[in-house]
């Protein structure tokens, strides 16, 4: 079968390649067109598009770069036409996935749309389940409420577990020791803390220099920054001074770390699943006014993963004006020295690691791909 997929950032390519190696075990004679990354062009899969060329976030930056986003649209949709799929799957990122999927069933209407990683419309921008409902064949989910939350709408689908946990439970170098690690990578021999600032550029710019300036408040400990898959190294020359910049090595990174600021997103779960202290960070221009509309808007208390899953703050969340140097400096010195508080976190870690289980996300849903649309 032919298969047209497209993620745009680097959680989507992570997943999706998964997906892709475990279609490619089912359909030996499977056909990967992609909008995606390396990950997935690992898998087989030939990119039209890397995402690094797709991830603009934010008002200014989408206008700032509308001509780039829109040569993305019409590119896409050509080699769509021009490949005509068997199916075409969708990951996560529904501001460029829903507008495509309504070009397929306007353009090729007898192509399936199937979605892996569902938006998080149980977050923010709900009026979104039209779209689903009228352009998706089927969702696959990876959050177990979330079957209940399109429930809602009338719209059924298929859980199919949380890829974040099986990608965690195999991990490289989870048996590695922290003496090893930090000779590997010649870092001192002092606690580490981890800073994770996002995978797309504007993230990384409005949050890794104060993570450093907190991180560097502590001088018998030594901040790592784990490197974006799709950033050059160069990017991160102006803002890390003498701090190192690991690439690779996300996990292997958070396991060894002592705690860890992560920009909020999948990182923060991840973090969660592998047990690392972490306070959650979130940059918002507009400060208070920013606080206040997220009240009116979003539709969950907590933005971290972690604490949407739990239904409790587990983590610290500081957003928007609150996300200063001085604040994260604050909650860190908690979670490196107060080994009660670190222990009542990582307790809680546990709960999520129960709640989301560890069914095969990647194999269940090939499966249902395959057994759906293969002839």
Known sequence: MKYFIIAGEASGDLHASNLMHELKRLDPQADFLCLGGDKMAAQGGRLIRHYRDMAFMGFVSVMRNWHKISDNFRYAKQALLDYRPDVVILVDYPSFNLKMAKFVKKHLPETPVDYYI??????????????????INHMYTIFPF????????????????????????????????FTTFV??????????????????????????????????????????????????PAHYAGLAGNVPVLFGQT????????????NSGTATLETALIGTPQVVVYHAPGGRFTMLMKKLFIKTKYIS????IAGQEIVRELIAHLFTAGN????????????????????????IKENIGNGKAAQTAATLIINRYKK
């Open 118 to 135: 569902s938006p998080k419309l149980w977050a923010w921008k709900t009026f979104r389940i039209k779209s689903i409902k009228k352009y």
């Open 146 to 177: 979330e079957t209940e939350f399109y429930a809602r709408f009338g719209y059924q689908v298929d859980y199919v577990g949380n890829p974040t946990q099986e990608v965690i439970a195999e991990r490289p170098g989870k048996d590695e020791d």
């Open 183 to 232: 000779e590997r990578n010649n870092l001192e021999g002092s606690p580490i803390i981890a800073l994770l600032a996002g995978s797309r550029i504007q993230e990384i710019d409005n949050c890794l220099p104060r993570m450093i300036q907190a991180a560097t408040a502590f001088p018998n400990c030594q901040p790592v920054i784990a490197g974006a898959p799709g950033i050059e």
């Open 251 to 262: 996990y292997e990174l958070l396991q060894q770390a002592r705690a860890a600021i992560v």
């Open 305 to 308: 993963l972690v604490n949407i």
């Open 328 to 351: 994260v400096q604050t909650e860190l010195a908690k979670l490196l020295h107060d080994e009660t508080y670190r222990n009542n976190m990582r307790q809680a870690y546990l709960s």
